[in-house]
């Protein structure tokens, strides 16, 4: 593990870097040393989620300027240690591009949000466990869809609707197959501690790599989540750090 120290200009947050996720680990180790993230932006905060930064190009940024793009020129693989690293408050995870163009789900090069998000009752993770159940189920279905691409298009210009009704009804039960191979998607009971306790943003899990967590200066990241901001969720006075390593 490596320890991390962001100062900010409301104060400091200590990081610690896991060893689960070694290139995210060793990449944000990299930049750091390199000074990469020094005198950037907090650039984008919305209360009660997270606060993000590391955007190289919101240095010296003037107001009103769009930021969220900048970054190195590659991309950093998911590594989704999940459920074990999940998404509590106070969690480093990496941004990412969405899903429609990022279906591999890789990071970004240097962009992260540290979470707060809010505690949630049990009945709402209830809710949101079915909803995970519908997205596996969404997914797998997409996948083989995608599998069939050839056959569908093939279907679609014979005009045969009775063709695609009957394989669309084979790739729903096989979905269900996979999808009941695989087992119900539930949060453990960590999760539901935390997420009842602490609080964060389950619905974030296995969706981005979370790979790191705050050790101390959660009432740092409270502060700058709860800033005034732009309708760009841009603090609307700056908000820049410094990132040093303390251990490594």
């Known amino acids: 593990m490596a320890d991390i120290k962001i100062s900010t200009t409301l104060g400091d947050i200590f990081v610690r870097l896991y060893d689960e996720t070694p290139k995210h680990r060793d990449n944000f180790i990299k930049l750091a040393k390199e000074g990469y993230f020094d005198g950037t932006l907090f650039h984008r905060v919305i209360k009660d989620f997270m606060i993000q930064g590391g955007d190289p190009d919101s240095k010296g940024a003037p107001a009103g300027k769009n930021l969220g793009t900048g970054g190195p020129d590659y991309t950093i693989p998911a590594e989704f240690v999940y459920p074990q690293l999940f998404h509590k408050r106070g969690a480093l995870s990496a941004a990412r591009l969405g899903d429609e163009v ?8 240097s962009q992260f949000y540290i979470v707060w998000g809010k505690t949630y009752k049990k009945s709402e993770l209830q809710q949101m466990e079915r909803q995970m159940e519908m997205q596996q189920e969404q997914t797998i279905f997409n996948q083989l869809a995608r599998e069939n691409r050839d056959k569908i298009m093939e279907l679609r210009r014979n005009r045969d609707r009775a063709g695609l009704q009957e394989l669309q009804d084979e790739l729903v039960a096989e979905t269900k197959a996979i999808s009941m191979e695989k087992g119900k998607p539930t949060f453990t009971d960590e999760q539901r501690e935390a997420y009842t306790t602490i609080g964060g943003t ?5 969706q981005y790599t979370v790979f790191g967590e705050v050790t101390e200066g959660l009432d740092v990241v409270e502060k700058i989540q709860a800033c005034e901001t732009s309708r760009a969720d841009r603090p609307v006075e700056d908000i820049s750090m410094t990132v040093e390593i303390v251990e490594e």
């Open 102 to 109: 990022n279906p591999e789900r890789e990071s970004s090069g």
């Open 202 to 206: 389950p619905f974030l899990d296995n």
